[in-house]
């Protein structure tokens, strides 16, 4: 989708995002959403897109069968063991 589509804020600060948006993002009514700010832009994420783009920085440096939740383990039991 290239179409610039136009919306207002109310005076409440409330955006409408057009039912165009929701649908090729796949938003649902009362789903959660990340927003921020980047260079001077608002951005608005879904929750799901925000798990995937964390899945997708994990997954670059994971390393093949290491468990990150044992190493995890690990470390937490270690500094328990010390004094």
Do not use: W
């Amino acid at each position: 989708m290239t179409d610039v589509l136009h919306t207002r804020m109310s005076k409440e600060g409330r955006v409408l995002i057009p039912a165009e948006l929701r649908h090729a993002l796949g938003l649902q009514a009362e789903e959660p959403l990340q927003v921020y700010v980047v260079d001077g832009e608002l951005r608005i994420v879904s929750r799901r897109q925000g798990i995937r783009r964390a899945q997708a920085i994990a997954a670059k440096v994971r390393q093949p069968g290491v468990s990150v939740v044992d190493e995890f383990i690990a470390e937490k039991r270690a500094e328990a063991a010390q004094p």
